[in-house]
């Protein structure tokens, strides 16, 4: 089992809807969690962070996390082409170091 | 406020050379971690160094090191390529670790013939 697993995608929604973005982790004892977006050619950019069950909502962002499930989610409300990205989620397990997803390409088409 | 710097940004080597990135990190950041990413693999950790320790590693071969200095400046070595080592290596720093996130670097991409 990968240590976080993600959708890989790509997954397609049209202009104003809603992207939903799903991640799995299997370190129980991590504590910290991220979204990071990737676009075509250049380094990852960080998003969001989450460290406490619940819902974390910034700007058309919400990052969702169920520590009991080890499930991360990512909402991007009213999507907009600029989005287009790959999306990473990444898990600070005990000890000092981030682990990543594969990434789930997104693509919203105007 | 300076981001994390790596050099240089493109390299293309030959089979069986080594090479060596650097970083510089986020002025007062103290962990800076490494990472390989390619299209089929991702994102794949190879070392985390913390006021000039390593103090994390990942499945790479002994070809892969790196150092931290003082300043917290790091460099990654890559010795006897293959053609697989082609990726783009990124650089990222962090005030502590990871619990707050890494800030990345532009990246170094490698590419050896």
């Known amino acids: 089992q990968k240590e976080v697993e993600q959708n890989s995608g790509p997954l397609s929604v049209p202009e104003g809807a809603i992207a939903s973005l799903n991640c799995t982790y299997s370190?129980?004892?991590?504590?910290?969690f991220f979204w990071y977006r990737q676009y075509s050619g250049k380094s990852p950019e960080l998003i969001m962070s989450?460290?406490?069950?619940g819902d974390k909502e910034d700007g058309r962002f919400t990052a969702q996390l169920n520590k009991a499930s080890q499930y991360v989610s990512l909402l991007i409300r009213d999507s907009q082409p600029s989005d287009s990205a790959t999306y990473l989620c990444?898990?600070?397990?005990?000890?000092?170091?981030?682990?990543f997803g594969q990434g789930t390409e997104l693509s919203v088409k105007p | 406020k300076a981001g994390v710097t790596q050099t240089p940004r493109y390299l293309i080597k030959t089979r069986g050379q080594q090479v060596t990135l650097s970083c510089s990190p986020i002025?007062?950041?103290?962990?800076v971690s490494w990472y390989q990413q390619t299209p089929g693999q991702g994102l794949q950790f190879l070392f985390e160094?913390?006021?000039?320790?390593?103090?994390n590693k990942g499945n790479f071969p002994g070809r892969f090191s790196g150092r931290q200095f003082s300043n917290s400046r790091s460099e990654m070595n890559v010795s006897t390529l293959e053609l697989g080592d082609s990726a783009l290596y990124l650089c990222?720093?962090?005030?502590?670790?990871?619990?707050?996130?890494?800030?990345f670097g532009s990246g170094t991409r490698l590419t050896v013939v």
């Open positions: 990222a720093s962090s005030l502590d670790g990871g619990t707050y996130g890494y800030t």
């Open positions: 370190d129980r004892g991590s504590q910290s």
């Open positions: 989450i460290y406490s069950n």
């Open positions: 990444a898990v600070n397990p005990p000890g000092g170091k981030l682990i």
């Open positions: 002025s007062g950041h103290r962990s």
């Open positions: 160094y913390f006021s000039e320790t390593q103090r």
